[in-house]
């Protein structure tokens, strides 16, 4: 069982990136997929999820607007597409699948944003 979190990088800021929460041994279906980061110096602060079961979504303020979640069913897979991208958005981000009784968390992904 293992979520794989991947598409970081460095960014100008108004670039964008996209990135992937990638699970093998379990499928995706019926879990709630969260996007969390941690900045330096910061906790960590959820950023979006959706449920995967019917689709349904939700953003944090900081980035509603800028930010989309996507599900790939077909690739078990979750994707976090990224625009607009702003200096404060660096951090690591995480993903995590859960359910009322588990969470998987993936290892993280750098974002960094600056110019």
């Known amino acids: 069982v293992q979520l794989q979190a991947s598409g970081g990088g460095f960014v100008r800021p108004g670039g964008s990136l996209r990135l992937a929460c990638a699970a093998s041994?379990?499928?995706?279906?019926?879990?709630?997929i969260g996007w969390f980061r941690r900045a330096p110096g910061k906790e960590r602060e959820g950023v979006s999820c959706?449920?995967?079961?019917?689709?349904?979504?939700y953003y944090e303020d900081p980035v509603k607007g800028r930010f989309t979640i996507v599900r790939d069913i077909a690739k078990n897979t979750v994707h976090l597409q990224m625009d607009s991208l702003k200096p404060e958005d660096t951090a690591v981000y995480y993903c995590?699948?859960?359910?009322?009784?588990?969470?998987?968390w993936g290892q993280g992904t750098q974002v960094t944003v600056s110019s």
């Open positions: 041994g379990f499928s995706l279906d019926y879990y709630a």
């Open positions: 995590a699948a859960t359910t009322a009784s588990v969470a998987y």
């Open positions: 959706i449920s995967t079961s019917d689709g349904t979504d």
